[in-house]
């Protein structure tokens, strides 16, 4: 299994160094390349987290700082002067940025939500509760797509049959309807709760704004992608560089943008299209297809619910809602959304040693 994700990270990260190598500045490729020490995630969760109570201990560790950060951005909420023109101030937590905060958020939020054993179970849901709206607080139209989709993916592979049933036995069957009814719940008291906190009237400007293409932001975003294939269409291989984006941008921006200027492309797939050429892309596509192919067979054996299942419940949906983000923003290079992410998405890889190891025993 190591296999499987390990020869795309390889690949993707060789490709990127090429490209830093024949770009117009090297070196600083070369230091964009340090994201490459984060995809040591994978082995170390799969070194540590085989035993499962291991791993059920890492998860409520997890959760408490989680819960902690949100302590955090509650606090800021509440108390700091939001800046002008928006309703509320737009929490950063311990991370510094808002989009950063509930990047990491997001992909916590299934993690968080297979927590189980009693008291545990409850304390988790809660913290997941609070992070589902600390989303919403944030204003991160880009959040609350990534974090619809990793819920609705989250709460759709529950009803996931396994290839198998061990020992003959039946597998429970789920009642859709009432798992349905919980979710809706749960989501209408963090609404309640979300326009108590900053107004329904913010909460939906803010939504509406999301497919207006009078909003600044949005026309923008549609100049980043105009400018993003100019940058493919010429250097169509190997892109122009790792970490060039911002240096670059002005020389390519199109005419009608609303800034000259821009640090990326608010976009995954454009941003490492533009910078490390279109075959740089295929191997990342590569890379985020192999953890979902991981998941998805540790979620067919064992079932959503045995060995290994939650686990595999949660990467594919905190891979499907930082991929959902992923299309607003250039998330990928925000380091603590990544770590976040590799560490979810990487405790299939543990539970299906440890499922391995259980099989041959």
């Known amino acids: 299994m190591l296999g499987l994700i390990g020869a795309p990270i390889i690949v993707f990260f060789a490709l990127s160094l090429l490209s830093a190598m024949v770009s117009r500045d090297p070196v600083e490729g070369l230091l964009e390349l340090k994201e490459i020490f984060l995809f040591a995630a994978p082995l170390v969760t799969w070194a540590v987290f085989r035993d499962a109570r291991t791993r059920a201990r890492g998860l409520e560790v997890f959760a408490v700082g989680i819960g902690g950060a949100l302590l955090v951005g509650l606090y800021q909420t509440v108390t700091t002067t939001p800046a002008p023109g928006d309703a509320i101030y737009r929490a950063t937590g311990p991370l510094g940025h808002y989009m950063t905060f509930s990047g990491v958020l997001l992909v916590s939020v299934p993690a968080l939500l297979t927590i189980r054993g009693g008291t545990k179970r409850l304390a988790a849901h809660l913290v997941a509760g609070s992070a589902v709206g600390m989303i919403g607080l944030t204003l991160t139209r880009s959040a609350w797509i990534g974090c619809g989709t990793a819920l609705v993916v989250f709460f759709a592979s529950r009803f996931v049959s396994p290839a198998k049933t061990s020992g003959g036995r039946a597998v429970p069957r789920e009642r859709p309807a009432l798992y349905a009814l919980g979710a809706l719940v749960a989501l209408v008291i963090i609404a309640v709760l979300l326009s108590a906190l900053a107004g329904p009237d913010a909460l939906y400007d803010r939504a509406a704004s999301t497919f207006s293409t009078e909003n600044p932001s949005?026309?923008?975003?549609i100049a980043m992608a105009a400018t993003g294939l100019k940058m493919i269409k010429a250097h169509p291989w190997l892109g122009?560089?790792?970490?060039?984006?911002?240096?670059v941008y002005p020389a390519w921006v199109v005419d009608w943008a609303v800034h000259e200027e821009n640090p990326h492309l608010h976009n995954n797939l454009l941003q490492i299209a533009a910078e490390r050429g279109l075959i740089g892309l295929t191997a990342w596509l590569w890379m985020m297809a192999a953890f979902a192919i991981l998941a998805w067979r540790i979620l067919r054996a064992a079932g959503p619910t045995g060995q290994g299942g939650p686990e595999a419940r949660a990467a594919l949906a905190a891979l499907a809602g930082f991929l959902a983000m992923g299309m607003f923003e250039y998330n990928f290079s925000d380091s603590e959304v990544l770590m976040a992410l590799l560490?979810?998405?990487?405790?299939?890889l543990a539970a299906g040693a440890g499922l391995a190891a259980s099989d041959e025993a």
């Not at 122009?240 to 984006?245: A, R, V, Y």
């Open 343 to 348: 560490f979810v998405v990487s405790l299939p």
């Open 240 to 247: 122009i560089g790792p970490g060039l984006m911002e240096r």
């Open 218 to 221: 949005n026309l923008d975003r």
